[in-house]
Antibody, heavy 118, light 107 residues
Framework: QVTLKESGPGILQPSHTLSLTCSFSGFSLSTYGMGVSWIRQPSGKGLEWLASIWWNGNTYNNPSLKSRLTVSKDTSNNQAFLKVTSVDTADTATYYC??????????WGQGVMVTVSS | NIVMTQSPKSMSISVGDRVTMNCKASQNVGNNIAWYQQKPGQSPKLLIYYASNRYTGVPDRFTGGGYGTDFTLTINSVQAEDAAFYYCQRIYNSPLTFGSGTKLEIK
């Protein structure tokens, strides 16, 4: 059974770096074809894909945020990570991680709310 | 960058009706489209992948179609529990862009 759970700071100040962790079970990020993606959703708005990391270490970022995003993984501990630099209020959202197979998100975490506020 | 445009933005349908919503890609994506359902307070759920393949456990009243730039999600005999937002998404190739969503309300 595949499960994912996001964790993060809850609230952080503008210009700081957001660090999120996705802890998962039921699959390995060292298995061919597996990936973990990050998606966010501001309250009352739509979904925005942020970044993906694959079993082979390849990463892909949303071009609109590319320079601010870093995605990484710890295969041994079944975790994936997302860092977003220089946050501002527009980064306030629920952040999801999702198991990714050929670009489709078939298992999602419950999401973690992040508020950027001074 | 690719843009996924969904229409209509919202629709109100009676139980038992058939509904079709649309997703248009700004460039040819082949059949690399997925559809998701999101209910209030919940994470999205995968319904359809590669345009027309129903994901495990999805009721057969959900049908996806299309190729290239124009795609549809049809729900036959809509049920009350189908009230939700529906999102299309380009899959397989980056960027994995979402559409802006269609809100389905049940009268």
């Amino acid at each position: 059974q595949v499960t994912l759970k996001e964790s993060g700071p809850g609230i952080l100040q503008p210009s700081h770096t957001l660090s999120l962790t996705c802890s998962f079970s039921g699959f390995s990020l060292s298995t061919y074809g597996m990936g973990v993606s990050w998606i966010r959703q501001p309250s009352g708005k739509g979904l925005e894909w942020l970044a993906s990391i694959w079993w082979n270490g390849n990463t892909y970022n949303n071009p609109s945020l590319k320079s601010r995003l870093t995605v990484s993984k710890d295969t041994s501990n079944n975790q994936a990570f997302l860092k977003v630099t220089s946050v501002d209020t527009a980064d306030t959202a629920t952040y999801y991680c999702a198991h990714t197979l050929e670009g489709a998100f078939d298992y999602w975490g419950q999401g973690v709310m992040v508020t950027v506020s001074s | 960058n690719i843009v996924m445009t969904q229409s209509p933005k919202s629709m109100s349908i009676s139980v038992g009706d058939r509904v079709t919503m649309n997703c248009k890609a700004s460039q040819n994506v082949g059949n690399n489209i997925a559809w998701y359902q999101q209910k209030p307070g919940q994470s999205p759920k995968l319904l359809i992948y590669y345009a027309s393949n129903r994901y495990t456990g999805v009721p057969d009243r959900f049908t996806g179609g299309g190729y290239g730039t124009d795609f549809t999600l049809t729900i036959n005999s809509v049920q009350a529990e189908d009230a939700a937002f529906y999102y299309c998404q380009r899959i397989y190739n980056s960027p994995l862009t979402f559409g802006s969503g269609t809100k389905l309300e049940i009268k």
